[in-house]
């Protein structure tokens, strides 16, 4: 995903997510008629087996969102005249790959290209799923990553592009752009013992001490080269693969039992000038918080209010900068990391 918009993907990427296997989704099949599981702080309750929220094992938040299969997503009949497009991305060629248009009434309709059509209600309460026929296993993965996100936005919650783990009961988020190594990091703290809380997108909600981060789906979408080395370490990888295309894989993660207070915010700068290790510097800069937000598609004043909110809570607590080169690899990283804590405890 990109790091600045839910619309902002890359093109053509609409059209190449990693597809659930059917091995997995067979499995899934087998094991419930129907999905429940709660990520991104919503309660989901689907009526159809989901491989990607097979192993999702966090308490429920009481926010339900309840999942249908249709053929045709309804349309209100005064959809064509009051509906209006918030988010449309095109490739050089003036194709369409990613819509979202918003109804006053009767909520968010997204679209994706060789994905389908998701209406979500104005309330967020339900969502209509309308897959593509033709490539039915890729559906999935934009669900998780694209449409579940945006209705924990409706819902009030923050969403920030930001991969995290659990440490000492306390949750550490990795903010930064594409191939800055957000997922890297995670599982490699994972391997040093911290607990896999989110891939990409992060869930945040705010509470009287400070933030909650929410867990998102247990599952990681990592490059090949990546996922091969990945194999070496202890934990936490599963070893199943739900999904795989030219561009990464997705693979089940162990992940944690449920949310956990935000610890701080980690912001990854790899650059060419950087110092051999692992530079640490506190992040003045309120726009860098601003930045981290997953989506800026979605501007009504409440939705405004609350990311201003929530980062001026983050903001209270840890945020730093990490300046490092791009040879830096994940292992040091989160070595360093993990030094910083316990200097800093």
């Known amino acids: 995903m990109s790091s600045a918009a839910l619309a902002a993907v890359a093109p053509g990427a609409a059209a190449s997510g990693a597809a659930v296997s059917g091995a997995a989704a067979s499995s899934a099949a087998a094991s419930a008629a129907a999905a ?7 309660d989901v309750r689907a009526e159809m087996p989901l491989a990607m929220l097979a192993r999702a094992r966090a308490a429920p938040t009481g926010r339900s969102l309840r999942l249908q299969l249709g053929s045709t997503p309804p349309r209100d009949p005064s959809w064509r005249r009051e509906a209006r497009a918030i988010c449309t991305r095109r490739r050089p060629d003036g194709s369409e790959y990613f819509r979202i248009e918003t109804h006053p009434r009767a909520g968010h309709l997204i679209w994706g290209e060789r994905r389908g059509s998701f209406l979500l209600a104005a309330d967020g309460q339900s969502l209509l799923c309308t897959p593509d026929t033709r490539v039915t296993p890729q559906w999935e993965r934009f669900l998780v990553a694209q449409v579940l996100p945006f209705a924990a936005l409706v819902r009030g919650l923050e969403i920030f592009h930001a991969s995290a783990v659990v440490l000492d009961g306390r949750a550490f988020a990795f903010v930064g752009p ?9 599982l490699a703290l994972c391997d040093r013992g911290a607990r896999f809380l989110a891939d990409d997108v992060l869930a945040l909600q705010p509470w009287a001490r400070g933030l909650i981060a929410h867990a ?8 090949h080269r990546e996922a ?3 194999q070496g370490l202890r934990r936490p990888l599963t070893g199943e693969r739900l999904g795989r295309d030219a561009r990464e894989q997705v693979i089940a993660i162990e992940g944690a039992r449920g949310a956990a207070p935000l610890g701080g915010l980690f912001l990854l700068d790899r650059r060419a000038d950087g110092s051999a290790g692992p530079r640490f510097r506190a992040a003045v800069d309120a726009r860098m918080l601003l930045a981290c937000t997953f989506n800026f598609v979605l501007d009504t004043p409440r939705r405004m209010q609350g990311l201003l909110h929530t980062c001026a809570l983050a903001a209270r607590g840890r945020v730093e900068r990490v300046i490092v080169t ?20």
């Open 228 to 230: 091969e080395r990945l």
């Open 326 to 345: 791009p040879a830096t690899d994940a292992g040091a990283l989160a070595a360093a990391v993990l030094g910083r804590l316990q200097a800093c405890r």
């Open 178 to 186: 594409s191939g800055a190594g957000k997922t890297s990091l995670a």
């Open 216 to 223: 998102g789906t247990p599952a990681a979408g990592v490059d």
């Open 36 to 42: 429940t599981a709660t990520v991104f702080g919503l």
